[in-house]
């Protein structure tokens, strides 16, 4: 019954795979809700599961895995992401999203009939070195990363900045528009310069 069981949830997960998409290059300031309100004219959003980043010390998630309705559903997503650049909240760099892989949840069962070995490795052992080289690149791969996600937090700051620049300028327009109208003003300089269409 044991196996069977562990088949029948296997299964499942796969199924469950299959009708999820990875989203990767996430603004630290997209949540669950956001991203749900993004994804939803694309078809019904089960799930949101944020992908600890732990290679940086703020383990800020960068990346989330958003499960669709079907698996059919996570591939017409899938083909719209690529054919063309799709932003999030204000973010100057679009996301990617591609077919969600078996190894990106941490929650996935054991495939029926594997077992998993673990080994200590002795300094003499020759797998020993290669351990230390990875364990060296990992270090390296974390600091460039948090040098990439400040410099990606500043340039976001700047763009909002600008953004909310932009928005006050154009409504302090609008308002002396307003102003000018409201008051005859714009209805004086038309008649003084032969302009017809202040009238209105």
Not at 3 to 22: G, L, P
Not at 26 to 42: M, T
Not at 160 to 176: I, R, V
Request: glycine fraction near 4%; charge should be negative.
């Amino acid at each position: 019954m044991d196996s069977v069981k562990a088949e029948a949830d296997y299964a499942a997960f796969e199924e469950r795979v299959r009708r999820t998409v990875y989203v990767d290059n996430l603004s630290p300031q997209v949540n669950e809700s956001i991203l749900k309100s993004a994804f939803d004219q694309f078809g019904n959003i089960c799930k949101v599961e944020f992908i600890a980043n732990y290679a940086e010390e703020s383990n800020m998630p960068r990346c989330a895995l958003v499960e669709m309705d079907s698996p059919e559903l996570a591939k017409e997503l899938v083909q719209a992401m690529s054919n063309q650049p799709f932003m999030i909240f204000g973010m100057p760099r679009p996301v990617r999203v591609c077919a969600a892989e078996m190894e990106m949840f941490e929650d996935r069962p054991q495939k029926p009939g594997t077992k998993i070995t673990c080994q200590w490795l002795e300094p003499q052992n020759p797998d020993f070195t290669i351990a230390n080289k990875f364990k060296e690149l990992t270090g390296r791969h974390a600091a460039e990363a948090s040098f990439l996600h400040q410099y990606q937090l500043e340039e976001e700051e700047n763009l909002a900045k600008q953004q909310a620049e932009t928005l006050e300028a154009n409504y302090k327009k609008y308002e002396l528009i307003e102003k000018v109208l409201k008051d005859g003003t714009a209805k004086r300089l038309g008649h003084r310069y032969g302009i017809n269409e202040f009238n209105a």
